[in-house]
């Protein structure tokens, strides 16, 4: 079983090969494990064992891992929102551990990076009277802008996962135990399922866990520096989000064709098994006609008459959102290759 470790920022990360052929070779599961190692590493570690944890609780913990490469907390228990975070737009400034705010007061004064902020307790309002009650709901705070020195602290009211636990606050739990020292252990494993005789691929984890790899071997090779790689890292997040975003909104609209969903879903496939994906309708990226079901993973800005919008093709819903509007605009849609700036 061979490994690789690569020490970069304040980690140590250790990959380790599938040992197991079969896996290996038939669903192309070249990692079986990341090691996430603070430098303050203690000793103690986080296992995320199959069949001890979640899909939810095992993915928010490889994410930590990532974030906390991209862009380490300056403490523990208040994560600040890295520079080049797309929630930094919208005066999204981080979260904060409950430990840290006044149980009697309405305000908190905390001070990182020599600088003050006022935070605003967080409450809840008594659905008769409609008086606040102060006081946190939930293990993790988000952290909203009010002024520049003024911040309100926010339950975590992210969607529930299958543990219980607020997504926001399971993903900042485990950052804060690699801030801690802990090592974290995760396991990208790749799954197949049949359906209506349809094979399914779910290599995500996997798909992750390559992209990592190959980042910090570029990084290594003095080829990538670790602040353009969180820059690209943040940006992509970015992107992802818009995606999400603007395909809810083509659905609530009503502007989805059934026929260009059915082919996006059946390219997908096809690409997942490893099979001939016929290259389709052409689109312009960087000025050169490109098939549509061949178009590179990346992210782009489109011109759709005068207007540029930001599309992404390193998710499905992505690539089913470009879809989407090549066949809305008539194939009139022109991508160039988006570069985030240093």
């Known amino acids: 079983m061979e490994s690789k470790t690569f020490k970069v920022g304040k980690l140590a990360i250790r990959f380790t090969q599938q040992d197991d052929a079969t ?146 606050s399971l993903l900042h739990g485990f950052i804060s135990e690699l801030a801690g020292g802990t090592t974290l252990i995760v396991y990208p494993v790749v799954t197949r399922s049949t359906k209506s005789g349809e094979t399914y691929v779910f290599d995500n984890q996997q798909a992750k866990a390559k992209w990592l790899y190959a980042t910090l071997v570029s990084i290594e090779a003095g080829e990538l520096t670790l602040e353009t790689a969180a820059r690209q890292y943040f940006t992509n997040a970015l992107f992802f989000r818009i995606s999400r975003q603007e395909m809810a909104k083509l659905e609530a609209a009503g502007d989805v064709d059934p026929k260009v969903r059915e082919e996006a879903v059946k390219n997908a496939i096809a690409f997942k098994n490893g099979d001939t994906v016929e290259p389709g309708r052409e689109v312009l990226v960087d000025g050169k006609p490109v098939g549509l079901n061949a178009l590179p993973s990346g992210s782009y800005m489109a011109l759709i008459g005068t207007k540029e919008i930001m599309v992404e093709t390193m998710s499905f819903t992505g690539r089913h959102r470009v879809a989407q509007l090549i066949a809305k605009h008539n194939g009139n849609l022109s991508l160039t290759t988006f570069v985030p700036q240093s």
């Open 23 to 168: 896996r290996r070779e038939e669903l192309a599961e070249e990692w079986e494990k990341i090691e996430f190692i603070p430098s303050n590493a203690d000793g103690s570690f986080a296992n995320m064992l199959l069949g001890t944890f979640n899909p939810q609780e095992r993915t928010a913990a490889f994410n930590a891992g990532i974030r906390y490469l991209m862009a380490p907390p300056k403490s523990r228990y208040i994560h600040l929102t890295n520079e080049f975070h797309p929630d930094r737009r919208a005066g999204h400034m981080g979260w904060i551990h409950f430990t840290q705010l006044s149980t009697t007061d309405k305000s908190t004064v905390i001070k990182l990076n020599g600088k003050q902020a006022i935070v605003q307790s967080p409450f809840t309002r008594e659905p008769v009277s409609g008086l606040r009650s102060y006081g946190a709901t939930s293990e993790w705070l988000r952290l909203d802008r009010v002024t520049e020195y003024t911040w309100k602290a926010m339950n975590d009211n992210t969607q529930l996962e299958a543990t219980g636990v607020p997504s926001g």
